[in-house]
């Protein structure tokens, strides 16, 4: 019968000589790709501005703490002086976008209200803007022409002068020129 041909047997190796060269990047779908790329640009447009937020908050020390100022500078600005009867003055300043300063003194009564008729004559005395307890209260506005430039930086915005009367014949005055 016949003799079947002898199979000749392949020289080739079944597998590989040597390591395979890898690619240092694995093997995804497009659309894998497209997820992490779309991923890392969100992150980068999203992650930098909360950083630079979450960043800011951590050095802020907050909205102008109030520090200790020279009265007389601070009732210049206001366009004022301290009467000469006042004592126990206390001044303060707070900046942050904007300039607050506030001043309090204590006065004889009798006066108060002559004192700040004169010291700001175009001011209306209000009782819209007063806060409860105060007997009674002055807004001036720079826009208005009420307060008279400063020499420094020029006038404040608005200044709240406001009177409380104490027991007795004492005078609680508060002064607070203001930037807007």
């Known amino acids: 019968m016949g003799e079947k041909p002898e199979e000749k047997k392949s020289t080739r190796p079944t597998h590989s000589p040597g390591p395979a060269r890898r690619r240092w990047w694995p093997r995804w ?3 894998t790709w497209i997820q992490i790329t779309v991923s890392a640009l969100g992150t980068v447009v999203l992650g930098v501005p ?3 937020v ?3 908050m951590f050095v802020w020390e907050g909205p102008g703490k109030p520090q ?3 009265c007389a500078q601070a009732m210049d600005w206001a366009g004022a002086t301290l009467p000469k009867t006042s004592r126990d003055a206390r001044c303060t300043e ?9 001043v309090e003194f204590r006065m004889p009564a009798n006066e108060a209200a002559g004192w700040v008729a004169g010291t700001w004559p175009a001011g209306e005395v209000e009782t819209r803007f007063c806060d409860p307890g105060d007997d009674f209260c002055v807004r001036l506005e720079s826009d208005e022409g009420q307060i008279a430039a400063y020499d420094g930086t020029g006038a404040p915005a608005g200044v709240d002068v406001s009177v409380r009367y104490e027991g007795g014949d004492t005078a609680l005055v508060t002064v607070a020129p203001f930037t807007t």
């Open 50 to 52: 909360v950083a630079f």
């Open 94 to 102: 707070a900046i942050w976008m904007d300039v607050y300063d506030h």
């Open 54 to 56: 979450a960043w800011f």
């Open 68 to 70: 200790p100022i020279d």
């Open 29 to 31: 779908s497009r659309r």
